[in-house]
């Protein structure tokens, strides 16, 4: 059965009728795409995929927006040697987000929010959108990284939690969302501090993180922090797919190439 207002709408939980009955009216869908890789010794590896997911599951209940499951495999060489961190190549990951998307688009979805919740996904997940726009003209796409909807939303991040640098990891905010989460599946007793990590070359977390946390005061996250951290997000979210689910799509204009006709009639009048 499709869930009651006021719930997240699952893609997985519903059945092909319940599919059918929705997409008649509900053209849009989000799919979350994260990753399976080490987040410290405090936090389980499905960080990214928890915190995506509950973003977009509490979208879900605001909008009707359906959410797909999310892709808990993503581009995590960059972690190196630390165990547990499961990857997947770019060029499988471009893979699947297409073919996911050609199944939605069979599904009479037109509107599709790919919503990251891991910075390394970004080279595949836009590669996937420029794919995605050529093959299916009239599909309309977003990519969004979940922290960073609007710069309105970073504002109030940075406002709320003025230790959140631009590049964390397994650090205060990412320790909060979790706690907010699932804290079932966070050891604050193993949760250490470290520096922020600014450069300007980028590396393997290995080469410079001796934990796998990157960034500071991951002792002092509370579930607290997260819940207005997710709040804050959410709130900016929702509210901008109320106005995308209304949004048209612009004009397609045909730009043919008539000179080789033009030619053709020319020789042919000669």
Known sequence: MIPNEGKPILW????????????????????????????????????????????????????????????????????????????????????????????LYKSRIRKILILNGHMWNWGPIYSA????????PDLQLRVLNW????????????????????????????????LAARPDLVDMKQAVDEDDFETFFEYRMDQYSKSGVVGRDATKATPELGEKLFGTVVGELASMIQKALHEEKPKQYHHHNNNSKSSKATKKSE
């Open 12 to 103: 997985e939980e519903m059945s092909w009728k319940d599919v059918d009955k929705l997409t008649q009216t509900m053209r849009m869908a989000i799919i979350p795409t994260a990753a399976c890789e080490q987040h410290g010794p405090h936090l389980p590896l499905a960080v990214d995929t928890i915190d995506c997911y509950e973003v977009a599951k509490r979208v879900s209940a605001k909008t009707g927006v359906p959410v797909v499951p999310p892709l808990m495999y993503g581009c995590s060489q960059s972690h190196g040697d630390f165990p547990g961190t499961l990857s997947i190549r770019p060029e499988t990951m471009i893979r699947m987000i297409c073919e996911i998307a050609e199944w």
């Open 147 to 178: 922290w960073e909807t609007t710069n309105q939303t970073m504002s109030k991040l940075v406002e709320d939690c003025p230790v959140f640098p631009s590049y964390i990891h397994a650090n205060i905010a990412e320790t909060a969302c979790v």
């Open 129 to 136: 959108r420029e794919n995605l726009r050529y093959d299916f």
